[in-house]
């Protein structure tokens, strides 16, 4: 497999800094991490600290993008502004894909895609405002119909002349539901003068092959996939699948690093109940006992001891 751009896709309370060490430690890293979404409104600056984390503490040597959220433009540009600022951040995500009905109800993320005058309006100030090379999009295919609606994204897309566009491909209605439609994918790397990357249901090798072959797209952002099999950015540069012992360890030291980032903030149980944010990607790998008492338990001896026998 040629050499393609890789990035971690973000997710709320999971791709986190805890996480990003992880990928580290194990040597399995992507091009570039995105944080889950920095909340901007016209009241608020919400640098979220465990957001801010992932960009201060982040010791990796990966470039870290910071993803804001948002419907208000002067908000937007407000933060954006903040957080170009910060010497870790190499650039500017807009969040045009999280399907969040809290979010969605005030416009942002996924709800940028119903009103469309609104996101061209964003994303074109977003543009001026951002130093070329360091803004990009993620979005999805629309709100309910990507046959319908994708056509007018895709010119809202390319006047907003970002540096990076990533698509995960399917609707807001969709959610994380039915089948990722990449032909509108193949449609946007084919029309955008900037690399387009893919993004959805990809977790095997085979499920990345066919989405390039499918798409011509120049790479792909991968989040729960990495999160149930955190080699796969190892895999996806050539290098071997995960051993059982590689995947023991994975464990162990997502254990450690969770717990590195709580410090004294919480109790054992809300130690594991953290744990259980990633643990809830990677059941479909356990026995049906080994994810019973995952579920339950409160206890981090325990909860190793499980993951220690992830099959018995």
């Not at 009241?43 to 465990?50: K, M, P, R, V």
């Not at 045009?96 to 009905?101: D, E, M, Q, R, W």
């Not at 012992?245 to 717990?259: A, C, D, H, P």
Request: with cysteine.
């Amino acid at each position: 497999m040629g050499r393609m751009r890789l990035l971690l896709a973000p997710m709320q309370d999971v791709t986190d800094l805890a996480f990003m060490r992880t990928l580290h430690r194990i040597g399995s890293l992507p091009d570039a991490f995105i944080t889950a979404y920095f909340r901007s409104t016209p009241t608020t600056c919400a640098l979220a600290e465990h957001n801010l984390r992932c960009i201060d503490e982040n010791e990796t040597g990966i470039p870290v993008l910071a993803q804001l959220a948002g419907s208000e433009a002067t908000a937007l540009l407000r933060d954006a502004a903040l957080l170009l600022a910060r010497p870790g951040v190499a650039g500017i995500n807009l969040n045009a894909g999280c399907p969040s009905p809290l979010v969605n109800r005030h416009g942002a993320g996924a709800g940028l895609l119903r009103d469309l005058p609104r996101f061209a309006e964003i994303t074109q100030e977003l543009r001026q405002a951002i130093p070329a090379g360091q803004f990009s999009i993620k979005c999805r295919l629309g709100w309910a119909q990507a046959e319908t609606e994708f056509p007018a994204i895709l010119e809202i897309l390319h006047a907003a002349k970002a540096d990076e566009v990533g698509i995960h491909a399917r609707t807001r209605q969709q959610l994380y539901g039915g089948t990722p439609d990449f032909r509108y994918v193949r449609q946007a790397a084919s029309t955008l003068t900037c690399p387009v990357l893919a993004n959805g249901d990809i977790g095997t090798i085979q499920q990345a092959t066919d989405c390039l072959q499918a798409t011509g797209a120049a790479g792909l952002m991968i989040g729960r996939g990495a999160v149930r099999n955190p080699y796969l950015f190892r895999q996806l540069r050539g290098g071997p699948a995960p051993t059982r012992e590689e995947m023991r360890q994975y464990y162990s030291i997502l254990v450690e690093e969770t717990g590195r980032v709580l410090l004294h903030k919480r109790t054992e149980k809300g130690h594991c109940n953290r744990m259980k944010k990633y643990l809830a990607f990677c059941y479909p790998d356990f026995s049906p006992d080994a994810e019973y008492h995952l579920r339950r338990c409160t206890s981090i001896p325990e909860m190793l001891r499980i993951l220690e026998h992830p099959a018995g």
